[in-house]
């Protein structure tokens, strides 16, 4: 298994379209972004990719970018934050028993990696999610990052349909959860709505507690 490389260059695209955005922007973090959290977590949370003006600027997931406002305030409203807002990487902000991360861990061109870029990627998932303890809880943001899991783990893809709160049992007594992402799209339009995406945290509660 891999363990995550910080200058890691294993896609040529991305490396090359990252050394491009860090010559525009010398600021920004815009290299390969780890995981953020509880390194013993039981949930674990799992985006696409890093965004432009997020992640890629901030150095943590879903950090500094419009799809970060709903899912750190849901985070600290289930205790899983100790904070509501996560603006910055030294910001103070504390998961607890919570983990995110991302299927592809560089910045894509228009937000959209390639198969080929997820797959090779999908070993440094695989990586994280062997840590995990039995009853553990994965929360998929978007179906790609619901597929990226099952292939990091082993599972048939056909088997496991992806679904607004829908639940899968897999092996080691892991639990699937998908959710719509919490992208300003589909926040925007209503395809997520707060209330929805509390419902899934709510069923990632109950999954825990058992």
């Known amino acids: 298994m891999y363990q995550f490389e910080a200058n890691c ?3 040529p695209r991305l490396a ?3 050394k491009e955005v860090k010559s525009e922007k010398p600021d920004y973090f815009a290299a390969p972004v780890p995981a953020f959290g509880d390194q013993k977590a039981r949930l674990l949370i799992v985006g696409l990719a890093p965004g ?3 992640a890629n600027r901030t150095g943590r997931p879903f950090t500094g970018d419009f799809a970060g406002i709903l899912l750190y305030q849901t985070l600290y409203d289930f205790g899983f ?3 509501a807002e996560s603006v ?3 910001d103070g902000l504390k998961l607890r028993n919570c983990r995110i991360t991302n299927a592809v861990k560089c910045l894509p061109p228009q937000n959209k990696p390639t198969g080929e870029e997820i797959n090779i990627c999908n070993p440094f998932l695989a990586s994280e999610l062997q840590s995990m303890s039995p009853g553990s809880v994965i929360l ?4 790609i990052a619901h597929n990226a899991v099952l292939k990091a783990l082993g599972e048939k893809l056909s088997s496991y349909k992806f679904a607004h709160n829908a639940k899968h049992k897999l092996e080691n007594e892991l639990t699937l959860l998908d959710s719509y992402h919490c992208s300003r799209y589909n926040t925007q339009t209503k395809r997520l709505t707060e209330a929805m995406f509390r419902k899934v945290f709510q069923s990632a509660q109950r999954l825990l507690e058992k």
């Open 140 to 143: 998929a943001l978007g179906s």
């Open 52 to 54: 432009m003006h997020g």
């Open 81 to 83: 934050s100790n904070r």
């Open 16 to 18: 090359n379209f990252l």
């Open 9 to 11: 260059q294993r896609c």
């Open 88 to 90: 910055s990487a030294d």
